[in-house]
């Protein structure tokens, strides 16, 4: 891999359809969408591909809701993808006091998802594929080549700014982009978002994730489990080749501790966590950590400029819907600007951006607001809260069409899906 791709250009200027800041998951996928619709994109990164798919660059892995992986394979990636893909056959949610995340079965209060209750409706799909964001990253590195995309890269966005026929985004290096429009994929510290004049708002969560790959002594059988302690949620996502992705909430505190302990000391407070339900679980690889916060774009277009991943949206990881959120975006904006550009309109103009806003408005806030109520709901030890969630957990359980609900629209597979969330190609 190379961290430019396509041709090089001497002149101090690069025209192209869409100049995209950010060539992380949801940016490259976007890029191959537009790519093989017809119109011509730039990717803009300040880390080459080579360090993106390193080992030591992202160390989480991915619940990938079964419409988003439709989109993939649309796009050709499902041959590099599939290998390293995890189906997940059933997720069970339990709230508790104390460790060992599953130790003695479920309590009284437990959900459920069985991804055979849903087999008609979803053409036999899993309720969602892990995948851990390397793979995901080296197979979209590896499309972006081969489909002769041009990538800058080391590059950084300095400034841009937003004409009345076009966006004009200039690199620290001194370089100028050209294009109908640009688009925000940079996360949450977005250079595109700031220079549309794009506020955000947000806060951050007294908690810290602590993220590890494990072995297990015993076979997962594509089990998810989810288990909710006072502290923050401790989530066991299944793995090829009888791993799993360790997601746990800790405080900051605790989890600067828990980061700095030596391996014995972390081995020990983890296999307190686990229990004793998948046998052993052994550490591979290094331990991360990340700091939990929300972060709401006020608005997810402006003229000449559109925001796309956690440039717009950046929320807890308590349902795992984050990466997804980001994905169903890059499914509504790449299906507008191909349909728009095939009517002969401007791709830029406020009429055609603010389709893609109308598109994702609802849904972006609808779960960014649903995942942080869900972190106050069980990030907690008060008894009533306790006894509530308990008590709704309990109801959905046993009410069939509710759970047959929340596990399609945990897939994606709700509402007015883009053609690529259909597994359609543009």
């Known amino acids: 891999m190379t961290g430019f791709v396509g041709v090089s250009r001497s002149m101090s200027e690069t025209s192209a359809d869409v100049i995209i800041a950010g060539a992380g998951i949801a940016g490259a996928t976007l890029a191959l969408a537009l790519q093989q619709s017809g119109l011509t994109p730039v990717l803009v990164d300040p880390v080459v591909f080579d360090a993106q798919v390193a080992p030591t660059f992202d160390g989480r892995a991915s619940a990938i809701a079964y419409a988003a992986f439709r989109q993939w394979r649309a796009l050709g990636l499902a041959p590099d993808l599939e290998p390293h893909a995890q189906r997940i056959e059933q997720i069970l949610v339990t709230d508790g006091k104390t460790p060992g995340a599953s130790t003695g079965g479920p309590g009284p209060f437990f959900l459920q998802f069985d991804s055979a209750e849903i087999a008609d409706s979803s053409d036999g799909e899993p309720l969602g594929y892990l995948i851990e964001n390397r793979h995901i990253r080296a197979a979209l590195a590896k499309a972006v080549i081969a489909a002769g995309i041009e990538v800058l890269a080391p590059a950084r966005v300095a400034s841009a700014a ?65 288990h909710f302690l006072p502290g923050g949620p401790f989530a066991i996502l299944p793995l090829t080749d009888s791993r799993a992705s360790l997601v746990w909430t800790e405080s900051n505190a605790r989890a600067a501790a828990l980061k700095a302990a030596r391996p014995e000391v972390f081995h020990a407070h983890l296999q307190r966590r686990f229990g004793d339900f998948v046998g052993e679980a052994t550490v591979e690889g290094p331990v991360f950590t990340y700091p939990l916060s929300l972060q709401l774009s006020e608005r997810l277009v402006a003229p000449r400029a559109a925001l796309l991943g956690d440039a717009a949206h950046g929320i807890h990881p308590v349902a795992g819907q984050g990466l997804n959120l980001g994905l169903k975006s890059v499914a509504a904006l790449a299906e507008t600007l191909v349909d728009a550009s095939r009517l002969g309109e401007d791709i830029g103009s406020e009429v055609v951006l603010e389709r893609y806003a109308a598109w994702r408005r609802f849904d972006t806030v609808a779960i960014a607001a649903g995942a942080d109520a869900f972190v106050r709901l069980f990030s907690n030890d008060n008894p009533l809260l306790r006894l509530a969630r308990g008590a709704g957990m309990a109801a959905v359980n046993r009410i069939g069409p509710a759970r047959r609900f929340f596990m399609s629209e945990a897939g994606g597979a709700v509402g007015d899906l883009p053609k690529l969330l259909r597994g359609d190609a543009l």
Do not use: K, M
């Open 162 to 226: 937003f004409e009345a026929r076009e966006a004009v985004v200039t690199l620290a290096d001194g370089r100028r982009l050209n294009a109908p429009v640009a688009v925000g994929a940079e996360g949450r510290g977005s250079i595109i978002r700031r220079e549309a004049g794009i506020g955000a708002v947000g806060w951050d969560y007294p908690q810290t994730g602590v993220v590890a790959t494990v072995r297990l002594e015993r076979p997962h059988e594509g089990v998810a489990y989810e």
